[in-house]
Each structure stands twice: as structure tokens, then as C-alpha cells.
RNA sequence: GCGCCCGUAGCUCAGUUGGAUAGAGCAACGGACUUCUAAUCCGUAGGUCGCACGUUCGAAUCGUGCCGGGCGCGCCA
């Protein structure tokens, strides 16, 4: 909001600039106007003057004295007349600075004005209109029903889930939809890695298959149909029945633990259904249609070699069977006919390989691939005592999320798992997480929310209930730390924007961190409840403003606001 | 060998899309509770931003080449 009307006063500025001959429009929109880092350097800062002096070959500086001009005719500051200067004044002084740049310090009454906005906004604030209503289709886990989520699993269910709240908060309607398939050979294997442990379980010869699942889960299952069916599958050969069961088990499971995290999809959408409705076929027709395939050695590959990828692929098998490809372009096909605007998958670095292709097949069926994005996450290593613990998914010894949340909690889990950007590989310190003091960033965040509380508390003991906004004094507000907590605050909504647009709920993450570190720092050099009623009251509506915005953020990346630790 | 990702304090990582004197947490050391929650705060120390060139007013950020780590490179998914 501040930030906005900063850029338009800068960007009126500009304009004038050059109707008055001052500059040419070459650096439209190539300035920026950001939030100052430092101390002293005001509150927002343009490079403005040194984009212009850039393009124009003229010395930054020079340009920065005439922007500065321009600045202070519009607004009045820097003279003794400032305070009578219209109302929506925003400077209390400009300055050039460094190699050309422009500080702004807004007037203390503008950061005041935040308060209000806040209190009045309430849940709703740092929300946005960003996305205009366009629909997002969030895919993510898209874990096939084989066995319980893993760790790795773990970390893109909450990615995907933040992400999904961002966008949602940032004014996207957003599908979350969970994509799997269980028809497949791993399905197969399954149902007769089941159906072994059954026979194994009522005394009859078995074999196990080669690459079998190994899982105690297994057996839980087969002791299910025992109890369920006894002995009438023993001479069942057909897997079927096992594959079913065990789908149905394992999906529970799966759906269970996503709860315990709170998530929940809007939609599971099963590849079957894809070659039901005959749309793989017509993803080939289409293809073949556009003579982007041919045959060979008995397959039928897709000129992806035509397309800017390195080789061609086979999208049907000489067995007559597709390859995964061919049912995800389909996939992709029928989001886009379903009406979304932006495709946002989640997927593992496992899966970096699959991405262009599928693009490709976008691309090649008329839609745009811009309009596709992927986030791809790195690994989760879990560490305890400083070493890393080893997982194999073969010999099903991985770490189940089940098993995480039991250790540290859904709290900590979450933010954990945010803490990094998706790029990075994640190191998961047990030892850190579970630490219920000191240390532990999820409390650190989640501590400042309940002081903030404790001390709504003990105000309305005192008698300092919430207070109506024409009986508050916003100017008691003038230590250099409100304003910081302030300006802190003002930048959310922008914070938000930029973390949704960019996929990146990890900047929500850091920023919490440092709004509880502010807080903290504030809270303990300042006594919010005071001798003076005046300014007690206007230092419990900035505190208000602070839990609010807490409270706000911590929704986001799903992490609970409490009122007492 | 090729493609994508990563390399920043002892450790784990940020760094607002190219900005000013590179930041945070943990670990280390020294301090602060008779007053709103000490799950907190304050201070000290810690750096060749992997290396080398280049692009320009300006580079941790962009380009090229090396070095080191991860993930891929199937008629598996």
C-alpha cells in the first residue's frame, strides 16, 4: 500500500521528468523503487537516476539532483512548510545518496496508518487480488498407492500445500489435486507381494516376487484379508483382489496422515480414467494428426527431436502398451480443457527428466507451456546426533511421515520442511526439531504470537481492553523500532504477492522469523503496559497489529497461532 | 560423456530477480528475570560469496570456462 504509493509518486516524477526535458521515457519501467536495507538510508530508495544516467550516458548523480527537484516541488518536503503540504504527503525528506540512489523517509504518521488498516482487515490482511480470479490447478504428492508416504513425500505434500495457500491468499481460485495410477506394474507387484504374505500367513507355499514389497505394512495388510476373508483367496491366482485391498488400505493411510499435516486435496484423479474416456488415443491421433510420430522397431515415438529436445521418444511400447509419457501430456491436455489458467506441479527431483517432454506434448496440442510451472524439490536428509540417517526405498527402511510427525509434531514438521527453498537440499535436524526450547525456530515464531496474547491478557485485567480507534494516539508511536515493526508489517502484503508469484513459500518462512525476532527485541528493551495510559494504549493497538499479522502468516504455511505456550 | 540443481561464517541456510558497508539461526564466549511469559533479549567473535576471466556506473546475483557435490539421462514411473 505504502510501497505503492511511494512507486507512484516516483513514477509521477518520472513523467514529469520528461516533459520537462529532463530525461527521455528509455528507463520506463527498468527503475525499481525497493525497501531500504540499512540504517539511515530512509525507508524506500529508488535507482531511478542511475538507470536514466546508464541509458543516457549523463552521471548518476547529476540526474539523481533533478529527480530530487522533482520530488520535493510535488511534495513540499524539505521545507518548513512540509507539515501544511497536501495531505496525502508521504516524505518528511528525500535525499540523494551512495553512487545515484534517491532515499525517501515517509512521514511516522504514514507508518501509523498501518495500524488501523491492519486492525480493520483483520484475517484478511496481506491478502490480494493478485491473481484476478484465474484458476490454478495445484498438482502434488501424486504418490501411487504402493506404501506409506516417505519423508522425501512429506516435504512436497507441505511444499505443494503452501503453495496452494499462498495462491489462494494472493486471490487464485486453486484446485489441489493429487494425480495417480493404479494399473500399473507397480500395482501388480503389489497386489502379489500381498497376496504372498497372505498365502504365507495361513501356512500355504508361496513365492515372493523378486522385486517385491518389503514393508512390515505388507503383512498388516495380508493379516487384514485373513481376518476379513480367512481362507476363501487361497486359491485365488488373480492379484486383483490383493492390489484392491491393498489400495484401499494404503490410500486411507496415506489420506490419514495427509490430515494429521492438515491437508486435503480437492480432487484425486486416477490415470485410468484418462483411457476410459479415450483420451490417451486421442492425445496419438491428435499427434499423429500434426505427423509428429512414426514407428519404429514396432513403437511409436514422438518427434520430441523436432521439438528442441535432445532425441525422440517411444510413447507406445512394441507391446502395444504407453509409456508414462503418453498419459501425462494427456493429463496435462485435460487440465487445460478443464478450465485452468496456470498448471503448478510439484515434483521431486527424481522427475526433473519427465518435465520436457511433457511440455513438448503441451506445446505440440496447441497449449502454451508458459502457463505450466514446475517447482522441483531436493532430497530431505533427516539427521540425528549429526549424521544423516540412511533410507533405502527397496529395503523399506525409509522414515515415514507418520513417523516424523510422531517425533516432532505437525508444527514443527511444517516448518521445517518451509524453511528451505524448494532448490535446496533439505537437512532435517531431528535433534533441532524436537527440542521443545531455546533454539527451535517454530517456537521462536510461535512464541511471540502467545507473549503477544499474554499480554492482551493482562491488559484486560488492567482494565486496557481493546480500544476504539478515535481514542488512540497513534503519534506516542516514535521510537525507531515502531516504526521498523511498522514498516515490517506494510511490507507484508507485497511479501505475499511476490512469495505466491514465484512459487517460494520459504520467503513467508523468513519473514515470520524476523517480524518474531523484531518483536522479541522490542518486547523486552519496552514495557507495552505502562504508567501511561495513552501510551499503553497505542503501543497494545501496534501489539494488536502484530499478533494479527503473526497469526495471518502462520496460517499460511499452516502452522498453529497459539495464545499460551 | 550430456542435461537440470546446488556451492555464501565452524554447521544449516537466507539474500527482495543487478544496488550502497554480504545477513540469520545453530554451535562458541560474556552479560540481562522482585515489573506484561527468559521457549526471550543484549554484546563479542566468525567471510577470498568454490576458482578464473568477462559484461557495466555497480556482480553473491548475469555470461563463458574450470573444480567439487546432488538428481536425472529406458520400449521403468
Same mark, same amino acid.
Request: glycine share 8%; charged share 25%; aromatic share 10%.
Given at each position: 500500500?505504502?510501497?505503492?504509493?511511494?512507486?507512484?509518486?516516483?513514477?509521477?516524477?518520472?513523467?514529469?521528468?520528461?516533459?520537462?526535458?529532463?530525461?527521455?521515457?528509455?528507463?520506463?519501467?527498468?527503475?525499481?523503487?525497493?525497501?531500504?536495507?540499512?540504517?539511515?538510508?530512509?525507508?524506500?530508495?529508488?535507482?531511478?537516476?542511475?538507470?536514466?544516467?546508464?541509458?543516457?550516458?549523463?552521471?548518476?548523480?547529476?540526474?539523481?539532483?533533478?529527480?530530487?527537484?522533482?520530488?520535493?516541488?510535488?511534495?513540499?518536503?524539505?521545507?518548513?512548510?512540509?507539515?501544511?503540504?497536501?495531505?496525502?504527503?508521504?516524505?518528511?525528506?528525500?535525499?540523494?545518496?551512495?553512487?545515484?540512489?534517491?532515499?525517501?523517509?515517509?512521514?511516522?504518521?504514514?507508518?501509523?496508518?498501518?495500524?488501523?488498516?491492519?486492525?480493520?482487515?483483520?484475517?484478511?490482511?496481506?491478502?490480494?487480488?493478485?491473481?484476478?480470479?484465474?484458476?490454478?490447478?495445484?498438482?502434488?504428492?501424486?504418490?501411487?498407492?504402493?506404501?506409506?508416504?516417505?519423508?522425501?513425500?512429506?516435504?512436497?505434500?507441505?511444499?505443494?500445500?503452501?503453495?496452494?495457500?499462498?495462491?489462494?491468499?494472493?486471490?487464485?481460485?486453486?484446485?489441489?489435486?493429487?494425480?495417480?495410477?493404479?494399473?500399473?506394474?507397480?500395482?501388480?507387484?503389489?497386489?502379489?507381494?500381498?497376496?504372498?504374505?497372505?498365502?504365507?500367513?495361513?501356512?500355504?507355499?508361496?513365492?515372493?516376487?523378486?522385486?517385491?514389497?518389503?514393508?512390515?505394512?505388507?503383512?498388516?495388510?495380508?493379516?487384514?484379508?485373513?481376518?476379513?476373508?480367512?481362507?476363501?483367496?487361497?486359491?485365488?491366482?488373480?492379484?486383483?483382489?490383493?492390489?484392491?485391498?491393498?489400495?484401499?488400505?494404503?490410500?486411507?493411510?496415506?489420506?490419514?496422515?495427509?490430515?494429521?499435516?492438515?491437508?486435503?486435496?480437492?480432487?484425486?484423479?486416477?490415470?485410468?480414467?484418462?483411457?476410459?474416456?479415450?483420451?490417451?488415443?486421442?492425445?496419438?491421433?491428435?499427434?499423429?494428426?500434426?505427423?509428429?510420430?512414426?514407428?519404429?522397431?514396432?513403437?511409436?515415438?514422438?518427434?520430441?527431436?523436432?521439438?528442441?529436445?535432445?532425441?525422440?521418444?517411444?510413447?507406445?511400447?512394441?507391446?502395444?502398451?504407453?509409456?508414462?509419457?503418453?498419459?501425462?501430456?494427456?493429463?496435462?491436455?485435460?487440465?487445460?480443457?478443464?478450465?485452468?489458467?496456470?498448471?503448478?506441479?510439484?515434483?521431486?527431483?527424481?522427475?526433473?527428466?519427465?518435465?520436457?517432454?511433457?511440455?513438448?506434448?503441451?506445446?505440440?496440442?496447441?497449449?502454451?507451456?508458459?502457463?505450466?510451472?514446475?517447482?522441483?524439490?531436493?532430497?530431505?536428509?533427516?539427521?540425528?546426533?549429526?549424521?544423516?540417517?540412511?533410507?533405502?526405498?527397496?529395503?523399506?527402511?525409509?522414515?515415514?511421515?507418520?513417523?516424523?510427525?510422531?517425533?516432532?509434531?505437525?508444527?514443527?514438521?511444517?516448518?521445517?520442511?518451509?524453511?528451505?527453498?524448494?532448490?535446496?537440499?533439505?537437512?532435517?535436524?531431528?535433534?533441532?526439531?524436537?527440542?521443545?526450547?531455546?533454539?527451535?525456530?517454530?517456537?521462536?515464531?510461535?512464541?511471540?504470537?502467545?507473549?503477544?496474547?499474554?499480554?492482551?491478557?493482562?491488559?484486560?485485567?488492567? /482494565? !486496557?481492553?481493546?480500544?476504539?480507534?478515535?481514542?488512540?494516539?497513534?503519534? =506516542?508511536?516514535? @521510537? #525507531?523500532?515502531? +516504526?521498523? *515493526?511498522?514498516?515490517?508489517?506494510?511490507?507484508?502484503?507485497?511479501?505475499?504477492?511476490?512469495?505466491?508469484?514465484?512459487?517460494?513459500?520459504?520467503?513467508?518462512?523468513?519473514?515470520?522469523?524476523?517480524?518474531?525476532?523484531?518483536?522479541?527485541?522490542?518486547?523486552?528493551?519496552?514495557?507495552?503496559?505502562?504508567?501511561?495510559? /495513552? !501510551?499503553?494504549?497505542?503501543?497494545?493497538?501496534?501489539?494488536?497489529?502484530? =499478533?494479527?499479522? @503473526? #497469526?495471518?502468516? +502462520?496460517? *499460511?504455511?499452516?502452522?498453529?497461532?497459539?495464545?499460551?505456550?
Amino acid at each position: 500500500m505504502i510501497r505503492e504509493r511511494v512507486q507512484a509518486s516516483i513514477d509521477r516524477c518520472f513523467a514529469l521528468g520528461i516533459e520537462q526535458g529532463l530525461w527521455t521515457d528509455a528507463a520506463a519501467s527498468a527503475y525499481t523503487v525497493e525497501e531500504s536495507r540499512r540504517e539511515g538510508q530512509g525507508d524506500y530508495a529508488t535507482n531511478l537516476a542511475m538507470v536514466v544516467a546508464g541509458l543516457e550516458k549523463r552521471r548518476p548523480r547529476e540526474v539523481a539532483e533533478s529527480l530530487l527537484g522533482l520530488l520535493i516541488d510535488a511534495s513540499g518536503v524539505n521545507s518548513a512548510e512540509s507539515a501544511a503540504a497536501e495531505a496525502d504527503n508521504l516524505f518528511a525528506k528525500v535525499e540523494v545518496a551512495g553512487p545515484g540512489f534517491v532515499n525517501c523517509f515517509i512521514r511516522p504518521e504514514v507508518w501509523h496508518s498501518v495500524i488501523p488498516e491492519i486492525r480493520r482487515q483483520g484475517a484478511e490482511y496481506g491478502r490480494s487480488q493478485l491473481g484476478r480470479g484465474r484458476k490454478v490447478l495445484v498438482e502434488f504428492v501424486s504418490a501411487n498407492p504402493t506404501g506409506p508416504l516417505s519423508v522425501g513425500h512429506g516435504r512436497q505434500a507441505v511444499l505443494g500445500d503452501a503453495i496452494a495457500r499462498l495462491l489462494s491468499a494472493t486471490g487464485y481460485v486453486v484446485t489441489r489435486e493429487y494425480y495417480y495410477n493404479d494399473a500399473g506394474r507397480q500395482m501388480r507387484v503389489l497386489g502379489e507381494s500381498v497376496r504372498a504374505r497372505y498365502l504365507e500367513l495361513l501356512l500355504w507355499p508361496f513365492t515372493f516376487p523378486e522385486d517385491g514389497y518389503q514393508g512390515e505394512y505388507i503383512r498388516e495388510i495380508a493379516q487384514a484379508l485373513v481376518t476379513e476373508q480367512g481362507e476363501a483367496l487361497t486359491t485365488v491366482t488373480d492379484y486383483a483382489p490383493f492390489t484392491r485391498k491393498a489400495e484401499e488400505v494404503i490410500f486411507a493411510d496415506i489420506n490419514h496422515t495427509l490430515a494429521r499435516m492438515g491437508i486435503c486435496f480437492d480432487n484425486y484423479y486416477n490415470e485410468r480414467s484418462l483411457y476410459q474416456q479415450g483420451l490417451v488415443d486421442d492425445v496419438v491421433a491428435a499427434l499423429r494428426e500434426k505427423n509428429l510420430v512414426y514407428e519404429l522397431d514396432g513403437a511409436l515415438w514422438f518427434k520430441t527431436g523436432e521439438l528442441g529436445l535432445e532425441q525422440d521418444r517411444v510413447i507406445i511400447k512394441s507391446s502395444g502398451e504407453p509409456t508414462y509419457r503418453l498419459p501425462d501430456i494427456a493429463y496435462h491436455r485435460e487440465k487445460f480443457r478443464r478450465g485452468y489458467d496456470w498448471l503448478v506441479n510439484i515434483f521431486g527431483s527424481d522427475h526433473i527428466a519427465t518435465i520436457p517432454d511433457v511440455l513438448a506434448g503441451v506445446k505440440a496440442l496447441g497449449y502454451d507451456p508458459e502457463r505450466v510451472s514446475t517447482v522441483i524439490h531436493q532430497f530431505v536428509t533427516l539427521v540425528r546426533d549429526g549424521k544423516p540417517i540412511k533410507m533405502s526405498t527397496r529395503k523399506a527402511n525409509f522414515v515415514t511421515v507418520d513417523q516424523l510427525l510422531a517425533e516432532v509434531g505437525v508444527d514443527a514438521t511444517r516448518f521445517f520442511f518451509l524453511m528451505r527453498k524448494a532448490d535446496s537440499q533439505l537437512e532435517f535436524d531431528l535433534n533441532l526439531a524436537t527440542r521443545q526450547s531455546q533454539e527451535n525456530p517454530v517456537y521462536y515464531v510461535q512464541y511471540a504470537h502467545a507473549r503477544l496474547c499474554s499480554v492482551f491478557r493482562q491488559a484486560a485485567r488492567q /482494565g !486496557l481492553g481493546s480500544t476504539s480507534e478515535v481514542a488512540l494516539d497513534y503519534g =506516542r508511536l516514535e @521510537l #525507531a523500532e515502531e +516504526l521498523m *515493526l511498522l514498516r515490517t508489517m506494510a511490507a507484508m502484503p507485497a511479501l505475499l504477492a511476490s512469495a505466491a508469484q514465484a512459487l517460494e513459500p520459504h520467503r513467508l518462512v523468513f519473514y515470520l522469523q524476523d517480524l518474531a525476532a523484531r518483536f522479541h527485541g522490542y518486547y523486552n528493551r519496552h514495557r507495552l503496559i505502562g504508567d501511561d495510559p /495513552g !501510551l499503553s494504549r497505542a503501543r497494545l493497538a501496534l501489539a494488536e497489529a502484530l =499478533r494479527v499479522v @503473526l #497469526a495471518n502468516g +502462520l496460517k *499460511l504455511i499452516g502452522v498453529k497461532a497459539p495464545e499460551k505456550m
